[in-house]
């Protein structure tokens, strides 16, 4: 031990202290939200640079997320100073193994450049596969081949390993197209995100000399969020582990999230098995939240069975009280969230002010995000969304990533056809066909399919020189990044010479100039990257796109997203009945999918420093129909010492009665919503001084169709005065004053008349 006292080992309490320092054989640290776990994993990571027990390079640690990562590097970083490089080896599964399988691609028959398809790919390859078979589509659909076929790359079942109990699944032709669907792959030189861990395994199984060699390499290993690790991660960290023994897990039953994508909370309890003589440490003070927001977390996980237990206390006792309130619709709570995160940063309700960086708003599904968006781009309030329909899922930018892989891999058919009559070159489903079947013919790539076509004299018309300069293009350009010219002259000359720039230029319709900008921003994403190459891994891999910014914003993500991460203030929108707990879970997964939706609440009351806000409306908006909304059961969980209700001033209209009859008349069903004012947690509002809230305004809120008129008179933020002409549901024909005739969406209009 180190003679001289540490400062990163500094203010760590002394269960902490004792997993930090047992660097040598087997640690389980089993502690509950906030305990800091993830702060002695990475003192761990210090501890073991500092003592001269590990180089980096020697260090395998293991987090959940690409931002908890950049988070433990940069915590890293700070602990120890300038004396460290950075330790290579840190980041998620899926980030760690496609490094491994680059240098190691040629064992499962790809080669080193191979392509990492995202999901849209993966359809799109399924629905091949698919078709090849003559199976129907429609009876049988891509996306949940697509599902059956993660499932089983999670539990780390090849199609040579799929039991044979299972062999009734997809029309009994799951396994038989599993098979011809990873064939496609490696014929496209590509990797869907679970082969990335599944090859590793296959290669660590198959060559124990490789095997050998990286448990040589990695000396340490240390694993964030244990919980939620699958079949496949397991097995991956255990044959790693095999020789030495040196591993570090922490994680918290309570907080096993991903039992729905394949994650296995017995991995956590089998740790003491799996690693006879494991030094177990349980943390029970919580340093991150305030006394009510802890005991409102503690008692909602306490209706689950089958826990381990555990005992949290915070020295931050008191603190404010959790706020809960009922909204009449989805609307009105965006509205309203929108108008707190504003009063929290200008420091009203009697705190200092906040930074927008310091509040999140955590929801179950990510098409509630919509709302938020809508409300915030309308009040100008920033904000990000991480993990979400991200800006790497634009059309332009996938379009433009599809020239840049094409560029890098040859191969890359997907890519091929996605840019190869992007912009139109003549070149329609018959030419497309026919390369297709050239390159068949040849067992070709496309892009090779289509040279040889083309000499044949296969292609006709303007449709010919066309194809011939995007083949020349591409020849250019691979050998440009062969060369390794700059990557980012090149992105751009890819772009202009492909004529896809210029394809937007042309384009009148509105959205035209923001794809363009989106490019612009694509072309200076490349400058953190050294290759072309490096880029397109990053965002096959990110989850998040909230690196490099600077503005303060208010972040909006998933529950599942926000695991590991901490926020002064927490908004939880959306606690109703079917949205959350979410019915979907509880339809395919009875109370074991009940049991994981009350984790998830644990986790996303846990996530707040000081201040918890829990809403639910009685009306949402589902799929176009409006529909009443009971509160969430775990509403009426959140024991009443904890929670304070709500009732604003000036937003409800005080009290009962007050409800303004256009609403009334419009929402659907009476009878749905009386229950709704029967439920605990409505009974429990008006116990504590709450009220039913008043309908939104009658005008200007949009409740079934519209609420304008003909000939009403509107404004619009960008296009000033208008007035309304037709009315198609909830889309708006205006006729601008200055800006002409325009459909709009109705939400996006006030009236100008009142
Ligand atoms: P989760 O289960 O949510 O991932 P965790 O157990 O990983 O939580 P951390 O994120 O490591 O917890 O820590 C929670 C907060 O408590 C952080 O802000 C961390 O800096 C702080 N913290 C952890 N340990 C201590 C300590 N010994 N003294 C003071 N603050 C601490
Ligand atoms: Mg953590």
Request: net charge negative.
């Amino acid at each position: 031990m180190a003679a001289r006292p540490a400062p990163y080992l500094d203010g760590l309490n002394p269960a902490q202290r004792a997993a930090v320092e047992a660097l040598d054989g087997p640690v389980l640290m089993l502690a509950g939200a906030g305990t800091g776990k993830t702060r002695a994993l990475t003192a761990r990571i210090a501890h073991l640079l500092m003592t001269g027990r590990a180089l980096p390079n020697e260090i395998l640690a293991v987090t959940f997320t690409n931002k908890a990562a950049r988070e433990m590097k940069e915590r890293v970083g700070r602990l120890m100073g300038e004396t460290v490089e950075g330790v290579p080896w840190l980041g998620t599964f899926h980030a760690i193994s496609v490094k491994i399988l680059r240098r190691h691609a040629e064992l499962v028959g790809l080669k080193s450049n191979f392509t990492i398809l995202d999901t849209d790919d993966q359809i799109r390859l399924m629905k091949q596969v698919i078709a090849a078979a003559s199976i129907d589509e429609k009876r049988w659909p891509s996306r949940q081949l697509a599902g059956l076929i993660d499932a089983w790359k999670n539990r780390a079942l090849t199609p040579d390993r799929v039991p044979a109990s299972e062999a009734s699944a997809f029309n009994s032709l799951g396994t038989e197209l599993y098979a011809a669907y990873q064939q496609r792959l490696l014929d496209l030189n590509a990797a869907d995100f679970g082969d990335l861990l599944l090859h590793v395994l296959t290669i660590f199984q198959k060559h124990q000399d490789v095997l050998e060699q990286y448990q040589r390499w990695f000396r340490y290993i240390l694993v964030d969020e244990y919980q939620d690790t699958n079949v496949a991660q397991y097995l991956w960290l255990r044959l790693l582990a095999q020789a030495h023994h040196n591993i570090c897990c922490v994680g918290d039953d309570d907080q096993s999230i991903y039992g729905w994508r394949g994650a296995e909370v017995g991995n956590i309890l089998r740790f003491e098995k799996d690693f006879p003589g494991a030094k177990v440490v349980r943390l029970e003070q919580n340093y991150r939240s305030t006394g009510h927001i802890l005991g409102a977390a503690s008692g909602v996980i306490a209706g689950n069975e089958g826990r381990l237990g555990k005992t949290l206390w915070t020295e931050a006792e008191g603190g404010e009280k959790l706020r809960l309130i009922g909204h009449w619709d989805g609307e009105e709570e965006a509205r309203w969230i929108g108008e707190e995160i504003e009063a929290l940063q200008r420091g009203g309700r009697g705190s200092p002010p906040k930074s927008l960086d310091d509040m999140a708003i955590l929801v179950r599904a990510s098409h509630q995000m919509r709302a938020f968006e809508d409300r915030f781009l309308t009040i100008g309030l920033p904000y990000r969304v991480i993990g979400g329909p991200r800006f790497y899922e634009r059309l332009e930018i996938r379009d433009a990533m599809a020239y840049f892989r094409l560029a890098v891999s040859p191969d890359d058919d997907l890519a091929f056809e996605r840019v190869v009559n992007t912009p139109k070159r003549g070149l329609g489903d018959k030419a497309q066909q026919k390369i297709q079947a050239t390159a068949r013919a040849h067992g070709l790539n496309l892009l090779e399919g289509a040279r040889v076509l083309l000499a044949e004299g296969g292609v006709s018309g303007k449709g010919a020189g066309q194809l011939r300069a995007f083949i020349e293009g591409m020849d250019r350009w691979h050998a440009a990044v062969a060369r390794g010219d700059n990557h980012i002259e090149l992105a751009e000359t890819i772009l202009d010479e492909s004529g896809y720039t210029a394809m937007w230029q042309a384009d009148k319709t509105p959205e035209a100039p923001g794809r363009l900008e989106n490019l612009k921003e694509l072309v200076k994403a490349l400058e953190s990257f050294d290759n072309l190459q490096g880029f397109l891994e990053h965002v096959a891999l990110i989850m998040d796109n909230d690196s490099g910014e600077t503005e303060e914003k208010v972040s909006i993500m998933t529950l599942h997203g926000a695991k590991g991460l901490e926020f002064p203030a927490i908004f939880l929108p959306g606690w109703e009945e079917g949205l959350f707990p979410s019915q979907r879970s509880m339809d395919e997964s009875g109370k074991k999918g009940l049991e994981e939706e009350r984790r998830l609440a644990y986790v996303g009351i846990t996530r707040a420093k000081e201040l918890c806000t829990i809403s639910f409306a009685a009306n949402r908006r589902v799929y176009g129909q409006w529909q009443s909304q009971l509160p969430s059961r775990f509403v009426d969980e959140l024991p009443e010492e904890h929670v304070d209700v709500l009732t604003p001033p000036g937003l409800y209209g005080g009290g009962f009665g007050a409800a303004a009859p256009v609403a009334e008349s419009t929402i659907e069903s009476r009878a749905a919503r009386a229950d709704v004012y029967n439920s605990p947690g409505w009974k429990r509002m008006q116990a504590q001084g709450g009220a039913r809230p008043a309908a939104p305004a009658a005008r200007g809120t949009v409740i079934e169709g519209t609420a304008f008129g003909l000939g009403d008179r509107v404004f619009h933020q960008k296009f000033g005065y208008g007035a309304v002409t037709a009315i198609d549901g909830d889309k708006l024909d205006i006729a601008f004053e200055k800006a002409g005739p325009k459909k709009i969406v109705a939400r996006f209009v006030t009236s100008a008349d009142s």
